[in-house]
């Protein structure tokens, strides 16, 4: 993804630039699904970066949250070693 950016910094396509940026920062920040991916549930709502204002963050958040919670508790009827989805510094806090 980082290599895309970089293939897209140009004057030319600063949009699709813009998209792919926001993609992979709120894949990482936001919606961490594993180390250096990017969370293509999200390609829908980086088609508008100027709106990106208006989406209701808190509750993404609050639910990827919940749901990364409930998925570990099914994994640990059968694993030991979990990971929440790079939630555990969030849960500390």
């Avoid at 993804?1 to 813009?18: A, G, K, W």
């Avoid at 999200?42 to 709106?51: F, K, N, P, T």
Wanted: with cysteine; hydrophobic share 45%.
């Amino acid at each position: 993804m980082i290599d895309l950016c970089r293939q897209y910094n140009t004057v030319e396509s600063v949009s699709m630039f813009q998209k792919l940026y926001t993609l992979l920062v709120l894949s990482g920040l936001f919606f961490p699904r594993n180390a250096g991916g990017v969370t293509w549930e999200l390609i829908d709502l980086v088609e508008d970066v100027d709106r990106l204002a208006e989406y209701n963050w808190a509750g993404a958040v609050w639910q990827f949250l919940v749901d990364a919670l409930d998925d570990t508790k099914e994994k640990m009827r059968t694993s030991k070693n979990l990971q929440i989805n790079g939630f555990a510094l969030l849960l500390q806090v």
